[in-house]
């Protein structure tokens, strides 16, 4: 072509899946299915009122409206997608099965931090997507691709898909358009994330490295929404989260097939690391849905520090 029309200054997402990722048609099309969903959740929480729904999740956890809503709208978009063997979502106990031949299995955490809706703080969405129709006995190294949708001031999906991990803002007229691409973590943490910090009075361990943190006199960042504290590193480039297990919840509060997994990938692909405190979330075997998993994430360097202090 002679003179050919100049692309758009920031790529959108389908765009940079397509040359960047180099993803398959059918990845992007299942992405593009769930970034669609994170819209109209987005919508959502602006409109919906904040409240209980009046029922309980697989974890007895009573779930906010806006869990049950978020839910039932991804449910919808992965099987509008035709892209879905199964599903697994944290709200549910069983695994769903759409269409056995589809190439893609999906977990997802619809609403992560729900609770934290009414008080106007951000909150999110969580996928890990697997090739094939089994999730259950796989470890979440075998992820084709992660992604988060985090719904602060400004709504922002983050994934990666095997080359990296990006960042999309999405814009007025409903695009979500590249912000930064290739996060990268750096080795030492100058903030830290100390999440489900009531277990330091049953885990000596975790009160060490919490006093090592003071001590260090590191900052801290914490707003009890994974997917803001997670992101907080991602976009900083640096940090350290941990949920770690006391005697309320002795593996810690976190699901390793909707919350840790994912997490685990986006942060290594980023050069960070994720332990469950001995051995890598990636190489965790997913024995059942409603698994915990004790979780130290972020900072190479600060993630060895805190293991060796969690270890005693
Ligand atoms: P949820 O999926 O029910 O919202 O729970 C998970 C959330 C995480 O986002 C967050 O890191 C953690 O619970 C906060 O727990 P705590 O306030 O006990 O540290
Ligand atoms: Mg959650």
Redo the contacts with the bound molecule.
């Keep these: 072509m002679k003179n050919p029309p100049t692309p758009p200054q920031r790529a959108s997402l389908n765009e940079h899946l397509y040359s960047q990722a180099k993803a398959s048609d059918e990845l992007r099309h299942l992405i593009l299915h769930i970034a669609q969903a994170a819209k109209y959740i987005q919508y959502a929480i602006r409109t919906t009122e904040a409240g209980l729904a009046g029922s309980k999740?697989q974890?007895g956890?009573e779930q906010e409206k806006l869990?049950v809503l978020s839910d039932v709208i991804i449910q919808q978009h992965l099987m509008e997608s035709r892209l879905v063997a199964t599903f697994i979502t944290?709200e549910r106990k069983e695994s769903v099965e759409l269409s056995a031949s589809a190439p893609f299995s999906v977990v997802f955490?619809p609403?992560?931090?729900?609770?934290?809706v009414d008080a106007n703080f951000s909150?999110?969405s969580i996928f890990g997507i697997y090739p094939g129709s089994a999730i259950l006995g796989r470890k979440p190294k075998e992820q084709v691709a992660a992604l988060y949708v985090l719904y602060g001031p400004r709504t922002i999906l983050v994934y990666g898909a095997g080359n990296g991990v990006h960042m999309f803002l999405l814009n007025d007229v409903g695009e979500f358009v590249l912000l930064r691409e290739y996060l990268g973590i750096g080795d030492s943490a100058k903030n830290y994330?100390?999440?489900?910090?009531?277990a330091v009075n049953e885990n000596p361990g975790y009160k060490k490295a919490v006093a090592d943190w003071l001590d260090r006199e590191l900052t801290l960042r914490?707003?009890?929404?994974?997917?803001?504290?997670i992101h907080h590193i991602l976009c900083k480039g640096q940090g350290i989260?941990t949920?770690v297990g006391g005697s309320k919840?002795p593996e810690g509060?976190?699901?390793l097939i909707?919350?840790c997994g994912p997490f685990a990938y986006l942060v290594e692909q980023a050069g960070g690391v994720a332990s469950d405190g001995k051995s890598a979330i990636l190489d965790k075997t997913m024995d059942t849905i409603d698994q915990r998993s004790p979780l130290v994430i972020g900072s190479s360097e600060e993630v060895e520090n805190a293991c060796a202090v969690l270890a005693g």
């Design positions: 999740n974890f956890e869990d944290e955490d609403l992560d931090g729900s609770s934290l909150i999110g994330s100390p999440g489900n910090l009531r914490y707003s009890g929404c994974m997917v803001a504290d989260f949920n919840y509060k976190l699901r909707f919350e």
